[in-house]
Nanobody, 123 residues
């Protein structure tokens, strides 16, 4: 069983930075990990994903601004968020899919484990 706990959200001004962390417990080293966001009144959507081999994937809206990374030694998934925009404001969730590869990295239904979320506000 995998448990995920997000932290690092907060309120920043446009152009600011945040680093989200997701502490992962349980067996996950061979799983795909991802970050999703859910703006108010909208559906959850993929932001970034990282596969066990290190391949990374990003939504077009965050390419060049966000960086996903994982540290199996620290049991932590990260999302470095630079040059934040008001449209980035959302609840952010980390998730784990119990497979080592997915053809579609942002299919939310393919992720089996989810954290509780951390709020990001950009003014």
């Amino acid at each position: 069983h995998v448990q995920l706990v997000e932290s690092g959200g907060g309120s920043v001004q446009a152009g600011g930075t945040l680093r989200l962390s997701c502490t992962v417990s349980g067996y996950y080293s061979s799983y795909c990990l991802g970050w999703f966001c859910q703006p108010p009144g909208k559906e959850r959507e993929g932001v970034a994903a990282i596969y066990p081999g290190g391949s990374t994937y990003y939504a077009d809206s965050v390419k060049g601004r966000f960086t996903i990374s994982r540290s199996n030694a620290k049991n932590t998934l990260y999302l470095q968020m630079n040059n934040l925009k008001p449209e980035d404001a959302a609840m952010y969730y980390c998730a784990a899919a119990n497979v080592p590869y997915m053809l579609t990295p942002f299919l939310a239904s393919a992720y089996y484990y989810w954290g509780q979320g951390t709020q990001v506000t950009v003014s």
